[in-house]
């Protein structure tokens, strides 16, 4: 398979079949490059935002002013009060984001008909006029109000202030074409008429958020199968730019190509031109609003505010009318974070003044797309020629140039280009590229290593590949965790088997031991007869080598019980009797000389020294004990999670000072278990009251440990019996320490 792939054609098919499978991906329209892009441009008009033109006022319906009024929706005469003042502060056009379709229900008309029929204040309203027709009459008076429909209920077709100029094939493509769009409408929410007829325009603000609920494009125009209709904010461009005497005009952009940063269509009102995409939407190009400046608290224009603090300044400003109060709040998802809807008419009003547009190409996804293709294709054929530092140095240039790119057009033109995806494929190209040129490396360097891998570790074989300085004589000194294995009477147990089964029996021993030793990271040094020697934390390193060689011998305990299950299947086989394995294994923590030994001629990778020589005697001494693991001191410390149990103050053959000896009984779960910890207190109690001379007292704690009949500790547990029992008949003589003498080695 290996060969197959780093063949220089079959390489070129399967990178350019991996790149068009990622290709396809990112296709526009799905998911993954969607929210790609998306993510792409929020960060650009959060880092960029459209400058302030600073002509947009937020008259806000707040928290505050229905605190000072009462609840929503207030009488009419309270909003008539309210535009007559907005008007007369000088306030060139008064939008309002919102809807007024029920009757005022405080109006007199309303209020007649609960009142007795001869209640005297019947007819004391009846002179009153209705308070929507007061509203109506301040509206007229302002002559610059836009009023709003939205979704709703209401069949009727709302009222059409100024029809829009737009040819019959355009406008035909919007109705026909548009249907299933969110600029389509059946139904809607809309001013009362007598309201509608006063108002100097009239405009949808219907905002349709996209698939992940973000509102980054809004429309510009809608429809209900029959007419096309303007925006609120189309509708407060034409009254602001000349007092409602221009018209809107929606036409074909005819210098329009794929290639353009452009829309295919545009509104034209006066002199300002608004570009619009297929689907009658516009960009929004947004911007923070300062509260403190652009945001007025509605009460301010009621008259007992205005008497306190005068009437705000609003000449020649847009004044949108809306709410941020908890509970009227249309509260929306933008770049720029949650912010009130009329915060996207108010930046669509403000960016289509300044002429400041946003605009993603019709073929943006194709240009993407290609320059990732060229750039990917070169990768591949530059792989042939080049090493990954001259690749990747290839696809940094690449991407960053993207970035650059896209940046400039977005700064300099509004153009949305997304580098983030073609960035994404090249630097997988060069992944996959570089991933090939390994796995024909690795090809190569296994030829060699298959020459020597049986003769030397395969860890010391790959850092030998890496650095072949290293193959010479001299070494290091390094904190190791060495372990020795052992079969238990191999003597005994070979007798009467030939040499061919003895043969057998070592692998099938020593095979699963040594894939055991590696699979904790662990180097094998040597066998020696039944017997190996391993140790870790060298040639690579490792900073957990006590754990993973501890681990690795509780697993050998493991590995043992198939072993000598297949021993004993292949014994009743032949016809005698089974041979039963056991294995002592004996492992220290310590400083040791570790490299290169032996001669010029001939040397191998291996270690010295006196933590090694005592892993060596602690192997041995498992017999003594009846354990089958033991450890030094130094591991016992690196290992406190795993379960334990202190053997003995041992002084080993060869060396003058006492060590402490643990048997290794398992690992952190059998740690956890309650009769260990019950048996670990008895144990240690019974372990200090012998070194402290105490031996009636260690006697009693002995058998209660005994008693527990835990971890087969029965042998040392006689031993310390015999021990205690010998001692208190002959006492020693002059200071006790406890320390016990090895016999053997």
Known sequence: MIRFIIHPLARIAVLSALFFCMAFAVTEGSYIKQRISNIVFETYIRLNPRPALDVVRFVDIDDYSLSQVGQWPWPRRVLAEIMDNIAASGAKVIIFDGVLAEPDRTSPENIIPLLAQDSPARAALAEQPSHDAVLGEAIGRAGNFVAGFSYG???????????????????????????????????TAQFLPQLQKKSAGNGSFMASAEADSVIRRTGMIFHDGREIYPSLVLEGV??????????????????YNNLKIDEPFFAEIGQYRVPIDYQGKLWVYYRAFERDREVIPIYRFLEDSIKKQGLPDLTGKAIFVASSAEGLMDLRATPMGMQPGVHIHMNAFEQILQNNFLTRPYAANVLELGFAVLVCFALIMLSFFMGPFWLALVTAISTTGMFWGSWYLFVSQGGLLDPVTPSILMVLMFLFTTLLSFLKAEHERRQIRSAFGFYISPDLMKELTRYPDKLKLGGETRELSVMFTD????????????????????????TPVSDLVMQHRGTIDKYMGDAMMAFWNAPLDDADHARHACASALAMRSALIPVNETLRARAEGQGRAPVNLQAGIGINTGFCSVGNMG?????????????????????SQTKVYGVDILMGEETA???????????????????????????????????????????KEQHTAMIEAYRNGSFSKALALLKICQSQSLFDLDIVYALYMERCVRLLDCPPEGAWDGVFVAQTK
Request: with cysteine; proline share 4%.
């Open 153 to 187: 209920s209401n069949s009727a077709p709302p009222m059409i202030k100024q029809g829009i100029l737009i040819k019959k094939e355009v406008k035909d493509f919007f109705l026909k074409q548009q249907k299933a769009g969110d600029v389509y409408f059946q139904t």
């Open 238 to 255: 034409r009254i602001f730019e000349g007092g409602g005497k221009s018209f809107i005009k929606i036409s074909e952009n005819v210098n």
């Open 487 to 510: 079969i238990r009477g191999f003597t005994s147990i070979c007798e009467g088997l030939s040499p061919e089964e003895i043969i057998q029996m070592m692998n099938d021993f020593l």
């Open 599 to 619: 001669s010029r001629q001939r040397f191998a990778y291996s270690a010295l020294g006196d933590a090694v020589n005592l892993a060596a005697r602690l192997e």
């Open 637 to 679: 410390l690196s290992v406190p999670e795993f379960a334990m149990l202190e053997m003995d103050m041992l002084k080993v053959k060869g060396k003058d000072k006492p060590v402490r000896v643990f048997a290794l009984l398992g690992g952190a779960d059998v740690a956890q278990s309650q009769a260990y910890s019950v048996l």
